[in-house]
């Protein structure tokens, strides 16, 4: 008899349930206690989406559905379980609800010492009865599983990610170029306005090949100069790309932000993504509704957090647009939890009340005046404490 459980509560936010399996590495063998709010299937399986981004093995796994408001069920569900063919009991009662949780407790006392918790905000769980004795969660989880634990699979194409199209050196050298005022940003809004627009002529003359002549259409040789000027580096000069034409629209500031985190932070790669595009499942309305046109710029997990990154290169002048940016930015929470942290990054230059509005949402907002700013490396981390 040498087996180890983790007994976990299951609830609404999976990262604490991921994190314990992570942390108590000992354990082989795993319970949950959920309801059928949890289990259920069109709004996403808690349980299951645990066990799948933490790569154990379902077969050794048990769980008991309760009700989560009743302390004697929670009790009696428990008590139909052999739990003396275990040695080893760890429970983690971080989730669930309040009964669910003073009922575990309870019960699991006279079982075992060890009933840990771990805080909010915190990255140390501790034992219930001896705040002192502490357990560090040294486990930093990528971009993948925390989006594993919100149900969003990347095998069940559920999420896609872009790769930076153009390197670092030129990337830097664009937004240089774009702060100094040496980029004719006019010409960039005439481009976006060709290819972007709802009728844009770009659109029905591009085709199945992502990509169109520059030289062909008399409307387009403007553009081919233009990438000459700022010695562009195209993949096939004479063309323009769909992904070049989506740098040139303000994808480049994604990709230099992408680029500035990763400096700052010095994280693994795995930890970062770009242009992160969601399909949530059609069962989801809630979720695939709102991922339908907006998509995430830059996504990174620092500390077992979510950061997610909104990159505007301009426009956020117009206080409608500047308005449904923020809004969207803070209905984040709803759908990836109490976790994630959202941040706007522009180089237009906010006023004293979109900064309140920005802040009163719970939004990281950095402008122009921070991007232009010397220390602009320190300025972010500090803001973002990455």
Request: charged share 25%.
């Amino acid at each position: 008899m040498d087996k180890t459980l983790l007994v976990s509560l299951v609830s609404d936010q999976t990262i604490p349930n991921f994190l314990s399996i992570k942390t108590f590495i000992e354990a082989d063998h795993y319970f949950f206690i959920t309801t059928s709010l949890m289990e259920n299937e069109n709004r996403g399986n808690r349980r299951k989406w645990t066990i799948k981004a933490a790569g154990i093995d379902e077969n050794k796994s048990f769980s008991r559905i309760v009700d989560a408001e009743s302390k004697e069920d929670v009790i009696e569900k428990l008590n139909g379980f052999e739990w003396n063919q275990f040695q080893d009991i760890i429970v983690n009662i971080t989730g669930g609800t309040k009964m669910m949780s003073l009922a575990c407790y309870e019960f699991f006392k006279t079982k075992t010492d060890k009933i840990w918790y771990l805080p909010i905000g915190s990255n140390e769980y501790h034992i219930c009865d001896n705040s002192q004795i502490k357990r560090s969660v040294k486990y930093n989880s990528n971009v993948e599983e925390y989006l594993n634990c919100c149900g969003i699979h990347q095998d069940e194409n559920r999420f896609s990610e872009k790769l930076p199209i153009i390197d670092i050196k030129y990337t830097n050298q664009f937004f240089n170029q774009f702060i100094d005022g040496s980029i004719d940003q006019l010409i960039l809004e005439k481009i976006r306005v060709l290819f972007r627009s709802d009728d844009a002529f770009f659109k029905k003359q591009m085709g199945k090949k992502k990509m169109i002549s520059l030289t062909e259409f008399e409307d387009f040789k403007f553009i081919y100069e233009f990438l000459e000027n700022i010695n562009f580096p195209s993949k096939d000069p004479g063309m323009l790309h769909k992904d070049e034409m989506e740098y040139l629209t303000g994808g480049w500031f994604e990709e230099y932000s992408y680029y500035l985190l990763r400096k700052i932070s010095n994280n693994p790669d795995n930890q970062f993504k770009l242009g992160v595009g969601m399909n949530p499942s059609p069962k989801d309305r809630g979720k695939a509704k709102y991922f339908t046109n907006n998509d995430l710029d830059v996504v990174l997990v620092n500390n077992n957090m979510l950061y997610v990154i909104e990159c505007k290169s301009g426009g956020m002048n117009d206080n409608d647009l500047f308005n449904k940016t923020v809004y969207l930015a803070s209905a984040l929470k709803k759908y990836f939890g109490l976790t994630v942290k959202s941040a706007l990054f522009t180089l237009s230059e906010m006023n004293e009340l979109q900064k309140e509005k920005a802040e009163t949402l719970g939004i990281m907002a950095l402008d122009r005046t921070v991007f232009v700013d010397e220390n602009i490396d320190s300025i972010v981390k500090n803001t973002l404490k990455v």
